[in-house]
T-cell receptor
């Protein structure tokens, strides 16, 4: 069965500190992995995807197939990073599976 | 701020009534989705459609129904059979094909059953 696990419901870090949001997945195949973000009063939107291997707003995420993980990292957290973050997986048939989300709070 | 629109933003319904949530997109996307978002449970897939006149059940389809008569529209009906319908409902769409799997989301509809 396909599943995405985000073990932390809440995460608080101080401004300027490193932040890591964890995501583990299980999928029998070659999935595409994504991170979506939902800022207060805004729509859910794509932050980054593993196939692009890009850095968006200072965030990066590396797909580790051995550990089946796709953790989101940023070396220096900013207040504007406070939001809800969802890890998601796309498999065959264009179906998406989302984790339960991690609410990140960056403390000034 | 086009793309995907959902209406209404807030919806109230009495127990025992069916209610239909609207979702329209002008992105020419083939696939459309309905999710339910509850605190602590993330997004759970209700129904999705990859092509007009075809749709598949997601993980929590019981008590819901959909139609896809037009490419642009994917309305969701919450029936009286849905035991706990109070929730935030999100519609999304995506273009088909590998490499184009980004989902675009609507602003959501908050349904409250009184």
């Amino acid at each position: 069965a396909q599943r995405v696990t985000q073990p932390e419901k809440l995460l608080s870090v101080f401004k300027g500190a490193p932040v890591e949001l964890k995501c583990n997945y299980s999928y029998s195949g070659s999935p595409e992995l994504f991170w979506y973000v939902q800022y207060s009063r805004q729509r859910l939107q794509l932050l980054l995807r593993h196939i692009s291997r890009e850095s968006i707003k200072g965030f990066t995420a590396d797909l580790n197939k051995g550990e089946t993980s796709f953790h989101l990292k940023k070396p220096f957290a900013q207040e504007e990073d406070s939001a809800m973050y969802y890890c998601a997986l796309s498999g065959a048939g264009n179906q998406f599976y989302f984790g339960t989300g991690t609410s990140l709070t960056v403390i000034p | 701020d086009g793309g995907i629109t959902q209406s209404p933003k807030y919806l109230f319904r009495k127990e025992g009534q069916n209610v239909t949530l609207s979702c329209e997109q002008n992105l020419n996307h083939d696939a459309m989705y309905w999710y339910r978002q509850d605190p602590g449970q993330g997004l759970r897939l209700i129904y999705y459609s990859q092509i007009v006149n075809d749709f598949q059940k997601g993980d929590i389809a019981e008590g819901y129904s959909v139609s896809r008569e037009k490419k642009e529209s994917f309305p969701l009906t919450v029936t009286s059979a849905q035991k706990n319908p109070t929730a935030f409902y999100l519609c999304a769409s995506t273009a088909q094909g590998k490499g184009y799997n980004e989902q675009f989301f609507g602003p959501g509809t908050r349904l409250t059953v009184l």
